[in-house]
Structures are given as structure tokens and as C-alpha cells.
């Protein structure tokens, strides 16, 4: 405990100067960090290689192990969106609003930089690397508490990233990583109030459930991805069949792939199958409600191609599940109404789309589905700091408060008033 | 805890309504609201008995039993200020961005209600009207937990502004107020993630502890201020004079009041005895470190009308304490620097003032002091909403997340993104 206070106080102090940081001086900072980490790829590489053994003789699945990996190639990546990150606009002395009261007395509200950022994350190395870099562009110091399967990538990057600071006169604190791994010391990470500012876990939905449930820190949830797409009467099925393939099958591992499918009645026997058939071209299995069932199995008897072996009863908690794999429930309703109700009961307030070619259909759904991002026409998996136009991201934020949706380096600011008087009193 | 749960199902579908209601709509049901409140203002004066007469069985203190206290006028106060709400503009729907990828997928970013807002309080009823009219005009339904002490007066308050909105064709359950007074309801009420989207303490430092450390719903921290003036190198003495006497006791119970000076060594013997002297004339004792003793001790030799009996020693802990008294805390120190060193120590980084004939020290001070407010050449009095211009506040954040200072209608919303497409698939 002692420890994690003492690095919290270098924390505070890395982000008194970062604050005073100018722009060129960060992107110095940024690209000399960038090349030292491909001058010290080697050592990078055999840090990692202990991780790797470790994980093989823990039995790591092999999908664990690649995004474990580190080679030379991901290592220029790691720089490279490090360099990404220092050519992105500074978003630190932002004025976003400035009035004159009757008083007299001049009122600015600027953006600044939140201070001390917190972030626990899974066994993926590089967001050693892009979680600094985002933290640091935008003025903050950050305290890293990644997984205990790449402690030493995570420990390599580290060191790499803060010798470049020191060695460039910049403060290294910038940039800590908690190196225990127990139960304890996470916990008490979570409630170092007055140190750090924002905690944002990356990572599985049982993660961020364990810090929302223990942080007495400000948190701010990210991830959690029970993605919905709702047909609508007279939608385009031929642009349905494409957006759900894509939504749910371009990569299935990620928050914003979509997982299930909400239905409206009308269309049950006509897009519903088409877009089930063109799922199988990569074995996904459906759980269809009792409705959705008679009709892909109406279906089914008329097209052989329709195989009946991938499509199964849903039940209760089917519409509650994040599967993360070829899966996805299928729900009948017979309104925008009732898909929005649906929707809202069900929904991780992530991103769901409508298609549908009724506009007042979309406006309606655009604004009572309780998401971050909601859709009209387009596959869910847009939820994305990169496809936003965002450059770089640190999450995709479910929470409501602060940041909702994809975080780039702005939602890693705050802002405070400055007021200049002239001697007024109240 | 299934009551306390039914109350979140009810706040939850309120929120879904209040989510569609268009402005004229919602400044209807206040002006109902302020309406009901003026024409049952017996039946609330009634309730208000049964506390004052419990209060004063208790030996409530008369500060307080006056804070309590409801009359016809204050009666019409609160319905003034539902007036007052109503006439504000409404954030909800605004579109803050707006742009269109390469892609062709438009993107708007619209502020939105938060959903359902908790508001945990201490004694004063007016605070139940005040917290629904400003959750209400920005969409939102409140649950509120009021103080044992003025249960009886929320309850009336409660039921009258209920009443209105029903009977005008609106969710009763906008406002719904927790009556159970046990701690176990107020821990419960913490943690009702799902129903709640943010919770907001009023109240002493003491309440406001207890919910961030209990509650696993995100909470805006409002309120403690430990607010410093700091008398810069060349200030001048009479803005300085005026500042402080107004900082310090215009009004001693406020968490924007002044409660530390700090002082640059070059204006010990000239500024800080001329505005001791004018702070005593309503006997605030100063609690000076050893070197300012040392030039007030030498000062009133000098001059016998300053009052050594009201200048005493400060310890460590002085510095630390939000006095809300007629006491102030003095540190000197020997640059702008130093004093900004000091005050991120010990602040609670709500309001902070430096006076100063010097812009490029008040520019340093202004971006280094981390705090909510920070002032050149005012008074710290005006981190209010309504001396900013917002029309209504809801409370001061002193976090650093989502809302940072006066919080008016605004910053009772969130953002989500609307994005039209036209069968985009990545």
C-alpha cells in the first residue's frame, strides 16, 4: 500500500508538469519514445518470450498467446501509432467558451488535461504503448495495471518508453505500471482517491464489472458490447444481408460486433431467411425466438440450402448475451416501438442500428434507443475512435457520464473556468 | 431493497417518457408544478410542523430550525424559481458536432437527458422542487433521499409537484422520493446500478465521503471548498481589503467563501495587516504560520487598533480546513510558484483567487492551480450558477469528471452519437 502511494505522489507530480508541457515538446516526447521503441525491440522481444513460455506452461489457448505476441513487425506498429498520436491535434488550451458578465467579469472555459489516469487492462502489450501515448498527447500522467500474462512486455515497454522521457528531459513518471499482480494491490488501485483522478479498465465484461463494483475512484466503463440490429418493415434485403454479415462476422471477438438480431414481423419470412443463409456461409448459429423459429423453418422446408442444424431455440437469456463467437439470438416484434423497448431492456447501451428505409422510423429509434452510438443503415461495427475520425482511441465508453462512445484524446480532458476581474465582490 | 428497486422501474420508464417530451411540453408541467406548489402551500406549511416541532424537540439549533423552516413566502420562492427554470433554455437536442466521414456515414453528436438522476440531501425542503425543476427541464426523472429532519416537508413538497404532473398528463414518477430514513435504504440507494445513472451529494463534506466511498453508481462530488486567496507581489491593498472581507464573510456557511490566505513575503508588513484589521471588524480570527505572526505581532505594535487577540497561531491542520466560520487560515510563501505548490496541497480545487497587478503571474497561476475556478482580481463568491449566468445550478463539481463547477441544466445531460448511413459495411 505504502508503494502504490508513493507512486501515485510521482504520478501527481509527472502531471503538475505535464500540464505546463507544450504541444511540440509532447510530440518530441512521443516520437522519441516511438524510436526507442524500435531500438529496443530485441529486449522487448525477449521480455516477451518469458511471458509466452509462461503461458504455454500455463496452457494459454493459442488465440491468447498471438495477441500476447510480440515480434518486430508489431513492434513497429506499437511506434507507429505512438507517432500516430503526436500528429493528432492538441486538444489542451482549447477555449470552448468565453463570456462577459454585466459585472464585468471575464469567464473562460478551457479545456485541461484530467491529471492522473488509471487503466487496468487484459494481456495485450501494446496498450502499454497506446494508452501512454493517448494519456500523454493529452497532458495526463497514467498508472498501468495490466494483466499478469504479459508482465514482462508490459514491464519491457515500460522501461523502453520511460528511459526515452528521462533521457529527453521529460518527466518518466509520465508513465508507471504496478508490477504486483495480487488481489490486494488492484483493489487498492481502484481506491487511491486524491490520486488518481479517472480509472478506465479495458478488458472482459467481468474486469470492468470488478472495478465499477470496487472504485471508489471515478470509472468510466468501457466495452461491454450486447450490439442490436433491428429490420424494420420494408427493409432493404440485400443491404441487410451485407450489414449483418458484416456486423456480425468481420471480426467477432470485438464490442461492437453485433449480437442479436430483433425483427420486425413483416419481414420474418422474407429478409430474415436470406439474412440467416448468408450467416451460414460462416456456421453461425441463431437462437430464434418461437416466432422467428416457425419462419426460418418455414424457410427451411421451401430452400434446402437453409440449414435447420444452425438454428436453435432462444432462450430468456440468449437476448442478454454478449457472445463474442458465430452466435446470435433473434427476437420477433411488431413495431419500431417494441424493437426499441426490446432494445433498451436488453442492450449494454453500446451501439444498435435500425434499417429501415422509413426516416421517422430511424429518428424515432435514433432517439429513444439508449445507446451511445445508434445507427440508421449501417453495420455497428463503425464504433470505432479510428472510423469516428478520432485517430486514436482508449476505449469505446458505455458509461453516460464524462464520455459516451468512442474516447480519443479529448475525452481525456476536463475543463475549469478561469475569470479575470477588475476587484468585483459580491 | 425491492421497494427501492421498484422505485428504479418506475424512475427508469418516467425517463423513457421524459425523454420525448418536447420543451413546451416539459415547461408546462412546471409551470403546474410552481402553480400546485403556491395553491397547497398550507398543506405543505402543515408538514413543515411536524418537522420544525420534531426539530426543535431534538434541540435543533435555531440556524438550522430557520434553514427548515417553510412559510407562504418561501413557499412562493420555491415556485418562483420552478418558474424560473421553466423560462431557461432547454439543452436537450442540441447537436454539438456534426460531420460526415469518407466514407459517407453522417455522424451527429446530440445532447441527450442522462435518464435517472439521485439526489442525496440534507435539511432543506426547498432543495426537493429546486432538484426536480432542473432534472426535469433537462429531461431527466430524479429519486430523491431528502433528510430525516425535513421528511414530512420533502414528502408535501413530493406529493404536491406529483399531483400536478399527473393530473397535466404527465409521469408522476418523474420525481419519486426515497421515505425511508435508514442508513440501510441510503446504502442500497447507492448502489442501484441500473436505475441510477449518476448520483449527486448537497451536503457537508461528511455525507459527501460517504457516497463516493459507498456508491458503485458514478457520483459528481459537489460542494467542499477550502477556497484561497493568495496576495501576490505588488497587489494592490484596497482590492485586496475588499476581496478578502468579502471572500471570507459575506456569507461564512458557503463553499465558495475564502478560507485561506496566502501571502507573498513582500506584502507581510504593508496588505496582510491592513486586511486583517478590516476582517476583524467582524471578528474573524486569523490563524497566521510563524512568519506572518511575526509581521502582524510587529504591525499591531505599531498600530493598537489592530486586535492581537484575534490573531492566533496556525497548525499544520489549519491549512486543511474549511473553516465555514469566521476564521481564516494565513501561509506565506516567497513566489507565485510557492503558492500554487501550496494550494494544490491543501485546496479542494472548487475556487481559488490570486491579486495580482501581474497578467503573466496570474496566466501561470490561473493554468497551474488545479481547481475548478480560478480567479484574477475577484472575488471567490462567484462560483455560483447564477453569478455565471446559468439561471439555475444543481450544485458546484468539485470533480474533475463529466462537470466541473457550477452545474446548470447542461450539465444534467449527456451526448449520444446519431450516425445515418446508407448500407455502409466496414
Given at each position: 500500500m ?27 516526447a ?5 524510436d526507442?521503441?524500435?531500438a529496443?525491440?530485441?529486449e522487448?522481444?525477449r ?10 506452461a ?19 506498429g506499437?511506434?507507429e ?27 473562460r ?8 489516469v ?10 502499454t ?24 512486455s508490459?514491464?519491457?515497454v ?7 522521457l ?7 513518471d ?12 488492484t ?14 479498465p479495458r ?35 440485400e ?12 471480426r ?22 436470406a439474412?440467416?443463409?448468408k450467416l ?28 435447420l ?14 457472445y ?24 449494454t ?8 428505409p422509413?426516416?421517422?422510423?430511424a429518428?424515432?429509434?435514433q ?13 455497428t461495427?463503425?464504433?470505432d ?42
Amino acid at each position: 500500500m505504502e508503494q502504490l502511494t508513493e507512486l501515485g505522489m510521482r504520478a501527481r507530480r509527472a502531471a503538475f508538469s505535464l500540464n505546463s508541457l507544450t504541444t511540440e515538446e509532447k510530440n518530441r516526447a512521443l516520437m522519441a519514445s516511438a524510436d526507442a521503441l524500435e531500438a529496443h525491440a530485441q529486449e522487448i522481444i525477449r521480455a516477451n518470450r518469458t511471458d509466452i513460455e509462461n503461458g504455454r506452461a500455463k496452457n494459454m489457448s493459442e488465440g491468447l498467446l498471438d495477441r500476447l505476441l510480440l515480434n518486430e513487425e508489431r513492434i513497429h506498429g506499437m511506434a507507429e501509432a505512438v507517432r500516430g498520436v503526436a500528429s493528432l491535434p492538441d486538444p489542451v488550451g482549447d477555449v470552448l467558451e468565453e463570456w462577459t458578465r454585466p459585472n464585468g467579469l471575464r469567464l473562460r472555459k478551457v479545456r485541461v488535461p484530467i491529471g492522473v489516469v488509471g487503466i487496468i487492462y487484459e494481456a495485450r502489450p501494446n496498450v502499454t504503448s497506446d494508452a501512454f501515448s493517448i494519456a500523454f498527447k493529452s497532458g495526463n500522467a497514467v498508472i498501468l495495471k495490466g494483466g499478469s500474462d504479459a508482465i514482462y512486455s508490459n514491464g519491457a515497454v515500460a522501461d523502453v518508453i520511460r528511459g526515452a522521457l528521462s533521457e529527453n528531459g521529460f518527466p518518466e513518471d509520465a508513465l508507471l505500471l504496478i508490477r504486483s499482480t495480487d488481489h490486494e494491490t488492484t483493489t487498492r488501485f481502484m481506491q487511491m482517491n486524491g490520486y488518481v483522478d479517472v480509472l478506465i479498465p479495458r478488458g472482459s465484461a467481468r474486469l470492468i464489472q470488478a472495478v465499477v463494483r470496487n472504485s471508489t475512484v471515478p470509472v468510466i466503463e468501457t466495452g461491454a458490447g450486447n450490439c442490436h440490429i433491428y429490420l424494420d418493415e420494408g427493409c432493404d434485403a440485400e443491404m441487410a444481408k451485407a450489414i449483418i454479415f458484416n456486423a456480425k462476422t468481420q471480426r467477432i471477438g470485438v464490442c461492437n460486433a453485433a449480437e442479436s438480431l430483433v425483427v420486425h414481423r413483416s419481414v420474418l419470412d422474407t429478409v430474415l431467411p436470406a439474412a440467416v443463409k448468408k450467416l451460414q456461409e460462416k456456421n453461425v448459429i441463431v437462437y430464434a425466438d418461437e416466432e422467428a423459429y416457425g419462419a426460418l423453418t418455414k424457410a427451411a422446408a421451401a430452400d434446402p440450402a437453409l440449414k435447420l442444424s444452425l438454428i436453435e431455440r432462444a432462450a430468456e437469456e440468449d437476448f442478454g448475451t454478449e457472445y463474442l463467437d458465430y452466435k446470435m439470438s433473434v427476437k420477433t416484434v411488431g413495431s419500431v416501438e417494441e424493437a426499441i423497448g426490446h432494445i433498451n431492456r436488453y442492450s449494454t447501451k453500446h451501439s444498435e442500428t435500425i434499417l429501415t428505409p422509413d426516416e421517422a422510423h430511424a429518428r424515432l429509434f435514433q432517439n429513444a434507443v439508449d445507446s451511445a452510438c445508434v445507427y440508421w443503415n449501417a453495420s455497428t461495427r463503425f464504433t470505432d475512435g479510428g472510423e469516428f475520425g478520432f485517430g486514436a482511441e482508449i476505449g469505446i465508453s458505455t458509461a453516460k457520464l464524462h464520455a459516451r462512445g468512442p474516447m480519443g484524446l479529448r475525452e481525456l480532458t476536463t475543463t475549469k473556468y478561469q475569470i479575470d476581474g477588475t476587484g468585483q465582490v459580491r
